[in-house]
């Protein structure tokens, strides 16, 4: 996935980098270097390092998942509405938390994703935020990369405009800026809704989070895209993600310097509904990334092979557009394709190994576990192992 500095657009989506009969040599977690067989054998640095044979499989880098709700609601147990999910989040301890989203943290990690995006954005307020945030803190580096983003849901229209305006008061006034001494996310984002009052407040809020340093996401999921998409462009945020609603004539504002767009082709897929369109996008020069979706309660989508494969099959990309979209695109809409996305030198050696011997059969395989390894910073986390009875004695419980 080697190539130009910022996200992929157009043709250049459809540009793996692929080396043939290639290897990469790795020290202190890092890529030193990438290139023909032959050519990284022969050098200096490489005498007396470790081999790993990978003969007839595919390397490539870790996926990198650019949309998930893994923190709320909160994985494990039944949470059949909203006001039960905030309960169980109130009840807990930021502990407890962790060490759910790690059960699924490393089910991600055994398929292939190294980096993950993840969301809170609970509605209980700022304790309860916080709590979220605390264990994200508590996972941030196990068993992959997380990168926590606050997301702002206003109350529902009904509840009236003078409620949103002082949830988005305490959002701009209180808890972006005690997110920003505390250091506990990357990202501020944004459910969008329609209306014109809503859209002040969006605003305030998105230029408030880029005044703390934060990135800025727009979450597009309903109604009123053209104007999502018009805000996003303008505040130039990092990424805008859903749009499976959008309409070819508002297309015009994700050409040329848009933000990244992350789509979630798992989302309609669960749903039965229409997939975003891919195609247009690309033709419009968009830059594509994808993500997961993964909610416990209604996208339990969290293998990113999975999501290549719908965004294959579903929204029409190639395997390399689809690849391109899950690794390097997906690390610049995270802000970290400075040391993700890709196997260059310099960056972290967070590689998978592949039980396929070309790359475009990951476009065509799905709900099915093609990791023979997965490398993160430079260590194997995961090793794919025999199916074998287990001696009862080697049974621990939990």
């Given amino acids: 996935m080697r190539g130009p500095r910022e996200a992929r657009r157009g043709s250049f989506l459809n540009e793996p980098g692929l080396i043939a009969d290639g290897s990469v ?43 998930t709700h893994l923190a709320f609601p909160p994985p494990g147990g039944a949470h059949t509405d909203a006001a039960s999910a905030l309960n169980a989040v109130k009840t807990t301890t930021a502990r407890s938390a962790a060490i759910r989203m790690r059960h699924y943290l490393g089910a991600m990690a055994r398929h292939g994703t190294t980096t993950v995006e993840v969301k809170t954005g609970c509605g209980g307020g700022q304790s309860a935020e916080l709590k979220l945030l605390r264990a994200l803190s508590l996972v941030r580096h196990d068993p992959v990369d997380v990168v926590p983003t606050f997301l702002l849901c206003l ?30 996310v990357r990202f501020a984002d944004v459910e969008w809704s329609p209306g014109e009052s809503r859209q002040r407040l969006f605003r305030r809020y998105l230029e408030t989070a880029t005044q703390l340093g934060f990135g800025c996401r727009v979450h597009a999921e309903g ?42 082709p798992g989302a309609p897929f669960q749903r039965g509904a229409r997939p975003a369109p891919a195609r247009a996008l690309i033709e419009a020069g968009a830059a594509l990334a994808l993500g997961s979706n993964f909610n416990r309660s209604d996208s339990p989508i969290l293998n990113m092979q999975t999501v290549v494969s719908l965004a294959c099959r579903e929204m029409g990309m190639t395997p390399a557009e689809a690849l391109v979209a899950a690794t390097i695109n997906g690390a610049h809409a995270l802000g970290c394709a400075a040391t993700a996305g890709s196997i260059e030198h310099g960056k972290r050696a967070d590689l998978i190994v592949f039980n396929a011997s070309d790359y475009r059969e990951l476009g065509c395989h ?19 192992g025999d199916v074998a009875p287990l001696p009862a004695q080697d049974l621990r419980l939990a």
Wanted: hydrophobic residues 45%.
């Fill in 25 to 67: 040599l790795i020290r202190d977690g890092l890529v030193q270097e990438v290139g023909p067989t032959r050519r990284v054998e022969n050098l200096k640095a490489a005498r007396g390092a470790v081999e790993i044979n990978a003969a007839g499989r595919v390397v490539m880098p870790g996926l990198v998942d650019g949309h």
């Fill in 155 to 184: 109350p529902a229209l009904a509840e009236g405009t003078a409620r949103a305006e002082a949830v988005g008061a305490w959002a701009c006034g209180d808890l972006l800026p005690l997110l920003h001494r505390r250091r506990l």
């Fill in 366 to 384: 799905s709900g099915m576990n093609l990791v023979h390894l997965t490398m993160k910073r430079g260590e194997f986390i995961y090793q794919e």
């Fill in 223 to 264: 109604g009123g895209l053209p104007e999502a998409a018009a805000l996003a462009c303008e505040l130039r945020v990092a990424s805008i993600d859903h749009l499976e609603n959008i309409a070819a004539g508002e297309l015009r504002w994700m050409a040329g310097s848009g933000p990244v767009i992350t789509l979630l």
